[in-house]
T-cell receptor, first 114, second 110 residues
């Protein structure tokens, strides 16, 4: 069975500062990895995903994440955050070729202050 | 554009009531999911369905049941609502890799 650990429950940063949201996973098989974002009072939206190939994946709004197999990590980064990035971010994992289920971390609440 | 809709954004029910939460997707996806979301606990899977009339228990199925009579609709049923079922409920449907989420139903049981 897989598990996901998001190491920080809350991350406060100032606008235009860089940010890293950490995610580690545990699995005995190969996995797909995802970051979802939830803005206040909304459902979850997919931010980016790693399926195969290049270990660095990017989103359209400037976030990126790098799959590190040896460290079983998939940390999310952005070099310069905006107020509008304030949201909760969830890391998730599913088995390659396995069940359809996603296993989520407990979430990291990112607050961007002016 | 992909769309998952949930019947209510906010719902208030009394203890012991039978509660139906409806979810509809327009993407012809076979897989659908119900989660509950609680602060500090993230999303936990209640039930999922991989085809019409097929269902499987997730991690926390106790106190819940589901129904999938048509491909586009997946219902979550609380047979006798209790206060510990006060939560945000999220429905999702899935294509090959990605899950698409509805806006959520915030259920309060008093």
């Amino acid at each position: 069975a897989q598990s996901v650990t998001q190491l920080d429950s809350q991350v406060p940063v100032f606008e235009e500062a860089p940010v890293e949201l950490r995610c580690n996973y545990s699995s005995s098989v190969s996995v797909y990895l995802f970051w979802y974002v939830q803005y206040p009072n909304q459902g979850l939206q997919l931010l980016l995903k790693y399926l195969s190939g290049s270990t660095l994946v990017e989103s359209i709004n400037g976030f990126e994440a790098e799959f590190n197999k040896s460290q079983t990590s998939f940390h999310l980064r952005k070099p310069s955050v905006h107020i509008s990035d304030t949201a909760e971010y969830f890391c998730a994992v599913s088995e390659k070729g396995g069940s359809e289920k996603l296993v989520f971390g407990k979430g990291t609440k990112l607050t961007v202050n002016p | 554009d992909v769309k998952v809709t949930q019947s209510s954004r906010y719902l208030v029910k009394r203890t012991g009531e039978k509660v139906f939460l409806e979810c509809v997707q327009d993407m012809d996806h076979e897989n659908m999911f119900w989660y509950r979301q609680d602060p500090g606990l993230g999303l936990r899977l209640i039930y999922f369905s991989y085809d019409v009339k097929m269902k499987e228990k997730g991690d926390i199925p106790e106190g819940y049941s589901v129904s999938r009579e048509k491909k586009e609709r997946f219902s979550l049923i609380l047979e006798s609502a209790s206060t510990n079922q006060t939560s945000m409920y999220l429905c999702a449907s899935r294509n090959i890799y990605e899950q698409y989420f509805g806006p959520g139903t915030r259920l309060t049981v008093t």
